[in-house]
């Protein structure tokens, strides 16, 4: 009997991915970084992905990111540790920036974000630290493999699934979502 997707990853190592070197790939600085995250619609104070490394056979990229404590308030008193769900959303910031950087996403499209699949937290992030956000494409256009590492060392990794859409049809989808929301019972009986 073949097991499942999800029953094969349970305790997985992680992929191997053979990220090269700098020379191999395009290099994007900062504020070129920060223009194209700005021009997608997030403000400074959420932009996690500083630079960017886009290789040039197109197949994967690197966010970098240096951890700052700010992002740290609150999370953890006296033992300060990055929050989990802030992983996938560098990764999908790395995403954008090489979609806008490849000319794969327009002033006019927008993405939307499916799943977030099987990500494994194996090392912790502390503050201080300088982290890249690796994605590569999977045989499904749709579909990345993420992989955060410092070094040598994989702190997480696992899948986001995301595509490019008009931002007409975002907003179609946003007035959908909202209509079902409305609509919607309340979860307790005493909710109004």
């Known amino acids: 009997m073949a097991m499942s997707e999800r029953e094969t990853r349970k305790g997985r190592p992680h992929q191997k991915v053979e990220w090269g070197t700098t020379s191999d790939y395009v290099y994007i600085p900062p504020l070129q970084t920060s223009g194209f995250l700005t021009r997608f619609g997030l403000e400074e104070s959420w932009q996690m992905i500083e630079s960017l490394y886009v290789a040039k056979d197109n197949t994967r990229a690197?966010?970098?990111?240096?951890?700052?404590?700010?992002r740290f308030e609150?999370?953890?008193?006296?033992?300060?540790?990055?929050?989990?769900v802030l992983n996938p959303e560098a990764a999908a910031q790395t995403w954008i920036v090489w979609k806008m950087f490849q000319q794969e996403m327009t002033d006019d499209q927008t993405a939307l974000f499916?799943?977030?699949?099987?990500?494994?937290?194996?090392?912790?992030?502390?503050?201080?630290?300088?982290?890249?956000?690796g994605i590569v494409k999977t045989d499904n256009p749709n579909r990345l493999y993420v992989q955060v590492f410092v070094g040598d060392?994989?702190?997480?990794?696992?899948?986001i699934e995301a595509a490019v859409v008009s931002k007409e049809d975002a907003d179609n989808r946003k007035k959908q979502a909202l209509k079902q929301q409305?609509?919607?019972l309340p979860l307790f009986p005493f909710q109004e």
């Open 114 to 133: 499916a799943a977030i699949d099987g990500f494994q937290f194996r090392r912790p992030l502390f503050p201080g630290t300088t982290v890249n956000f």
């Open 153 to 159: 060392h994989v702190l997480t990794d696992g899948y």
């Open 182 to 184: 409305e609509r919607a």
């Open 74 to 84: 609150g999370h953890l008193i006296g033992n300060p540790l990055f929050q989990g």
């Open 62 to 70: 690197v966010g970098v990111y240096r951890v700052t404590p700010e």
